[in-house]
Structures are given as structure tokens and as C-alpha cells.
T-cell receptor
């Protein structure tokens, strides 16, 4: 079975550019989560969706960050404009809409802003 | 939300059982304990979860104390591929959130 698929795996861009990260959740999962991981702050939840609806975006650092889930099989995390401090590994995870079911993570996007 | 405390690092000889402890003294009655691990440069991998009873699957066993204030993840026969950071998480009550701490860095040596 296909797991959570993220693209691109690596992204290097200059500050000020728009960055779009993509995620395809596991089929049948109706909760989707975006995380960011840095050495300084560890793994942080940015935002999550249930049935394509954003439920909690309290972890989104600034207005430069936005996330959408236009349908059950696709989500994007956008940074505009990007800054060097946004450099991190961004993970997407999905689960069934059940507070017991575990989340399954993708392999992440390693983002470097120069 | 209950917080967890884990040792920052542990070593284990290959082939031996790795026992990773976790304290969660403020856990509430309806909060589950989850274990994930993260192998370098990969996404976190779900291992196991439990409420009050001990649990076992193909990867590991989870032992939860009767008072639920602590738990132990057991990898029965550790291999070099089990070298990773292991996270013990108490699921945030009433929501779908997982709050990751700093975990235990397990080093399995030959």
C-alpha cells in the first residue's frame, strides 16, 4: 500500500521566492497534518485538517504560511515570501478520523532557503 | 495535556532487548500512550500505542504500569537498524494532536 507521498523531497530556493510543498495522504484517511522539524525546535505541528477542513492552525508561524486541502487526496503548504529561517524538514502525516488511530508520516521535504 | 519524560540517550547491544522507559505521571484516564521512532532523515514511524493494558505487535511490546504513570517500550531483539530516536507521546486530550518531545536516542552497537 502506498504511504503518505510528499513532493518535492528536496527544495533549494532563494529568499523571497514562493515555496509550495505537496502532500498526498493515504487513501481512506480523512485527517491530515503538517509538521516542521528543526534542530532548535524539534518536531512541531503546524496545522491539521479533518475532512478537508482546517481545524487547528495555531502552530502556523506567520501569515507567510498558508495551507490548503482542496480535496481528500491532496494538500499544499505554501510559504510566501520565504525566508532563511524557514529552512527545515516539513512532514505531512495522515490518519483515519479517530482519536485513537495513529498518524502515518511521509518522508518529508527538506527545504533550504538561501 | 500530559507531558512525558524520557532519557536523552541509551545504548543496547545487538540481539539484546532494548527497554526504553517513559514517565507520564500526569496522564489522564482517557489518554493513550503512543510510541514513534525516527530513523535519521526519515519521517517518524508509528510503533505501538496503548491505554492501560500491555500491547504487543510485530515491532515491539508496550508495558504500561498499573497506575499508568509510566511505560516501557521493549524491542525484544534489537538490530542495528533499530538505531533511531524514540518518542513517547501522550495523545493530547480531546484532539487529534500529537505533541513530540525530544525523545530517546537509541544506539544499537554490534
Amino acid at each position: 500500500d502506498a504511504g503518505v507521498i510528499q513532493s518535492p523531497r528536496h527544495e533549494v530556493t532563494e529568499m523571497g521566492q514562493e515555496v509550495t510543498l505537496r502532500c498526498k495522504p493515504i487513501s481512506g484517511h480523512n485527517s491530515l497534518f503538517w509538521y516542521r522539524q528543526t534542530m532548535m525546535r524539534g518536531l512541531e505541528l503546524l496545522i491539521y485538517f479533518n475532512n478537508n477542513v482546517p481545524i487547528d492552525d495555531s502552530g502556523m508561524p506567520e501569515d507567510r504560511f498558508s495551507a490548503k486541502m482542496p480535496n481528500a487526496s491532496f494538500s499544499t503548504l505554501k510559504i510566501q515570501p520565504s525566508e532563511p529561517r524557514d529552512s527545515a524538514v516539513y512532514f505531512c502525516a495522515s490518519s483515519r478520523r479517530d482519536r485513537v488511530q495513529p498518524q502515518h508520516f511521509g518522508d518529508g521535504t527538506r527545504l533550504s532557503i538561501l | 495535556d500530559a507531558k512525558t519524560t524520557q532519557p536523552p540517550s541509551m545504548d543496547c547491544a545487538e540481539g539484546r532487548a532494548a527497554n526504553l522507559p517513559c514517565n507520564h505521571s500526569t496522564i489522564s484516564g482517557n489518554e493513550y500512550v503512543y510510541w514513534y521512532r525516527q530513523i535519521h532523515s526519515q519521517g517518524p514511524q508509528y510503533i505501538i500505542h496503548g491505554l492501560k493494558n500491555n500491547e504487543t505487535n510485530e515491532m515491539a511490546s508496550l508495558i504500561i504500569t498499573e497506575d499508568r504513570k509510566s511505560s516501557t517500550l521493549i524491542l525484544p531483539h534489537a538490530t542495528l537498524r533499530d538505531t533511531a530516536v524514540y518518542y513517547c507521546i501522550v495523545r493530547f486530550r480531546g484532539t487529534d494532536k500529537l505533541i513530540f518531545g525530544t525523545g530517546t536516542r537509541l544506539q544499537v552497537f554490534p
